[in-house]
C-alpha cells in the first residue's frame, strides 16, 4: 500500500474518499454503486472514531 | 397506534411546537439522567459507566417513574472499555484510579504542541489519526506494533458495539415508554474543539497572546468538519437538534473582545452551516452567557435552542425569546441544596416568566450530578405538570 499512497486532503466526513480509492483500483468488473456506497459507510465510521477522541 | 405510540406522538408534537416557538398543550419536560442515578438504586459509579446493560435497565426503571416528554439522555456520556482499550490518558473513571464511586476526571494536557499547528491547519483528520490518538493513548503509542494494531481493533469494535447497544436501549425507551429523545448527533463549537481537547486551558490562552492568527486558522480549518459531525451518523434524523456542549465561551472564560474575534465567529458559521441543511443545535451554553446575549441573538431564527444555565433568565427571555426555543431553568445547585418546597416554588416561577407565551422546555441548567436529591427531581417534575398547563 506504501508504494500506492497518495498525498490528500479527505473532506469533512471521510478518511479516504471513495475517488483516491477508486483510482487504486485496477478494475470493477461489477457494479460500482454497491462498493462506493459500503466504502463511503465505514469511511465515515472510521472518520466518526477518529474526531470522537477530539470532541470530549 | 398503541398507548405507548400515541404517547410518543403527543410528546414529540409538544417537543416540536416548542422547538418552533409556538404554545404547546403543556410546557415539555425534558430530564437527563446524570449521575445522581447511584442514589436511585444499590449501584456505584463504576458498574454505572463500566455495565452498560445495567446503567440502560436502571434507565429503564426510571423512565417509568418519570413523567417526562423529553428525555436528554443517560448517566454514561463515555463508556470506558473503549478508552481502556486504547490505554486512553484522556480521562480517569470510576474504578481504574479512582474510587469506585468518584465522578470521572479529565487529564487535561497540552495534547497538541504550539508547533503543530500548521500541520494540523493543513491535514487534521490525518494528523489527528498519525499523530494526536497516539499521544494520548499508552496502548496505542506506537502505531504498526502488536499492542497498537490489537488496542485500534479493540477500541473501534467497542465504538461499534456501544453504539448498537445503545440504539437498541433508545428504541426500547421509546416504545416502551413514550419519550423522545432530545437530540441526535453532536457537535462542538470549533474553538473548544481546540481549547478542550488539543491545546488545553492554559495552552489556548497562552496562543491567544502569541499566536493568535494559528488560533483563527485553526477555527477555520475545524469548523467544516464540525459542521459535518452534527449531521453524521445519527444526527441525520434532522428532527431532533444535535448536542453542542460550549465550554470556553462561558463569560468569563474570555473576555468579550476574545469572545467577539476567537469564539464566535467559528461557533455562528458552524451553526450556520448546520441550519443550511436543516439541523438545529442545542446551544448547551453551560455556566454565564449574559453578555454575549445580544450577539447569539443575530443567529438565523429557531435556529437553536438556548440552555440556561447561569445565564440571566430574564435577559435571555428578552433578548432571545421568540426568535429561539429556550430551555433550562432549573438551577442544579437547587436540586442539590434546596428542598421539594423550594424547588416547586422555583419552577412555578420560572413557568411564569418564562414560559407564558411558548417557546419553552423546562430542564435542570446543567448536568444532573451525583450530589442532587432524588425528591428534588419529583418535585422538579410534579410542579412542571401543575403549573405547566397552557
Known amino acids: 500500500m506504501s508504494e500506492k499512497e497518495k498525498s490528500f486532503v479527505p473532506d469533512p466526513g471521510t478518511c479516504v474518499p471513495w475517488k483516491i480509492k477508486k483510482e487504486e483500483l485496477e478494475e470493477i468488473h461489477g457494479n460500482e454503486e454497491i462498493v462506493k456506497k459500503e466504502w463511503e459507510k465505514l469511511d465515515e465510521f472510521a472518520y466518526s472514531f477518529i474526531w470522537f477522541w477530539v470532541q470530549r | 397506534m398503541n398507548e405507548k405510540e400515541k404517547l410518543y406522538q403527543e410528546r414529540l408534537e409538544r417537543y416540536t411546537i416548542a422547538m418552533e416557538c409556538g404554545k404547546p398543550d403543556k410546557v415539555p419536560i425534558c430530564l437527563g439522567i446524570g449521575e445522581w442515578v447511584v442514589k436511585y438504586t444499590d449501584t456505584n459509579l463504576q458498574e454505572v459507566f463500566y455495565d452498560l446493560n445495567k446503567s440502560n435497565s436502571i434507565v429503564d426503571e426510571m423512565l417509568s417513574d418519570f413523567d417526562v416528554d423529553i428525555f436528554g439522555g443517560g448517566p454514561c456520556l463515555w ?3 473503549m478508552f481502556d482499550a486504547m490505554g486512553s490518558k484522556l480521562y480517569k473513571f470510576p474504578g481504574i484510579g479512582l474510587d469506585e464511586n468518584s465522578t470521572f476526571q479529565y487529564n487535561e494536557e497540552e495534547y497538541m504542541k504550539a508547533e503543530d499547528y500548521d500541520d494540523f491547519i493543513a491535514n487534521p483528520t490525518e494528523w489527528l489519526a498519525t499523530n494526536f490518538l497516539p499521544r494520548i493513548s499508552d496502548e496505542f503509542a506506537e502505531p504498526g506494533s502488536y499492542r497498537a494494531t490489537v488496542a485500534l481493533i479493540k477500541s473501534a469494535a467497542a465504538f461499534a458495539m456501544q453504539a448498537g447497544t445503545m440504539a437498541a436501549a433508545w428504541e426500547k425507551w421509546t416504545r416502551e415508554h413514550g419519550v423522545v429523545g432530545q437530540t441526535a448527533g453532536m457537535t462542538k463549537a470549533p474553538f473548544d474543539t481546540l481549547g478542550d481537547a488539543l491545546r488545553s486551558m ?13 488560533v483563527l486558522a485553526a477555527c477555520e480549518a475545524i469548523t467544516p468538519h464540525n459542521i459535518k459531525q452534527g449531521v453524521s451518523g445519527p444526527g441525520a434524523d434532522k428532527r431532533f437538534p444535535c448536542f453542542a456542549p460550549l465550554h470556553r465561551g462561558a463569560y468569563p472564560f474570555l473576555n468579550p473582545h476574545q469572545w467577539e474575534k476567537y469564539y464566535w465567529p467559528s461557533l455562528k458559521a458552524t451553526i450556520e452551516g448546520l441550519w443550511a441543511q ?24 429557531k435556529s437553536i435552542i438556548f440552555q440556561i444555565d447561569n445565564t440571566d433568565a430574564k435577559k435571555a427571555k428578552e433578548i432571545l425569546g421568540g426568535r429561539f426555543c429556550l430551555q433550562g ?3 442544579t445547585t437547587l436540586l442539590t441544596y434546596g428542598t421539594p418546597e423550594e424547588v416547586k416554588e422555583h419552577v412555578k416561577r420560572t413557568i411564569d416568566e418564562l414560559a407564558c407565551d411558548g417557546g419553552f422546555i ?12 432524588k425528591e428534588n427531581i419529583y418535585a422538579m417534575i410534579e410542579a412542571a405538570r401543575e403549573y405547566g398547563v397552557y
Do not use: H, S
Not at chain 2, 203 to 214: F, H, M, Q, S, V
Not at chain 2, 281 to 301: H, R, V
Not at chain 2, 362 to 373: C, E, Q, R, S, T
Open chain 2, 79 to 81: 463508556w470506558p472499555p
Open chain 2, 202 to 214: 492554559k495552552g489556548i490562552l497562552l496562543d491567544l497572546r502569541r499566536r493568535p492568527e494559528k
Open chain 2, 278 to 301: 436543516g439541523k438545529r443545535m442545542l446551544f448547551y451554553a453551560e455556566g454565564d452567557w449574559t453578555p454575549y446575549l445580544e450577539k447569539i441573538a443575530e443567529l438565523p431564527e
Open chain 2, 329 to 331: 431553568g432549573v438551577p
Open chain 2, 362 to 373: 423546562l430542564n435542570p441548567g446543567g448536568v444532573v450530578m451525583g450530589d442532587a436529591k
